[in-house]
């Protein structure tokens, strides 16, 4: 299964950890630090053509990886509820 994450990138289904609201989640400090670790390791992929409204943290074959997203949690979340089907 893949999902469509926006601004052209596909994500496989197997490799999504979670989906993360920008907005909700960078409330917290450890939330906002840990995105700037990723981002100072390079394992932030900015996927939005615009202001990110999530993100979405993969892990594939031990590889860590961050995807901003333009499109809201629940949209993201609503396609990969679709692919299972």
């Known amino acids: 299964m893949y999902v469509n994450i926006g601004g ?8 999504i950890v979670a989906v993360f609201d920008m907005d909700n989640a ?7 630090a840990a995105l700037a ?8 992929v ?3 053509e615009d202001l990110p409204r999530s993100f ?3 892990e594939e074959g031990g590889k860590r ?3 901003l997203s333009q499109l809201s949690s629940a949209a993201i979340a609503r396609r990969s509820a679709a692919e299972l089907r």
Do not use: D, M, P, Q
Not at 8 to 15: D, I
Not at 26 to 32: F, G, K, L, P, Y
């Open 8 to 15: 052209g990138c596909v994500l496989r289904g197997e490799g």
């Open 26 to 32: 960078t409330w917290s400090r450890v939330t906002r």
């Open 37 to 44: 670790r990723a981002e100072k390791l390079g394992e932030v």
């Open 46 to 48: 900015n996927a939005a």
């Open 56 to 58: 979405v943290l993969c």
């Open 65 to 67: 990886r961050i995807y």
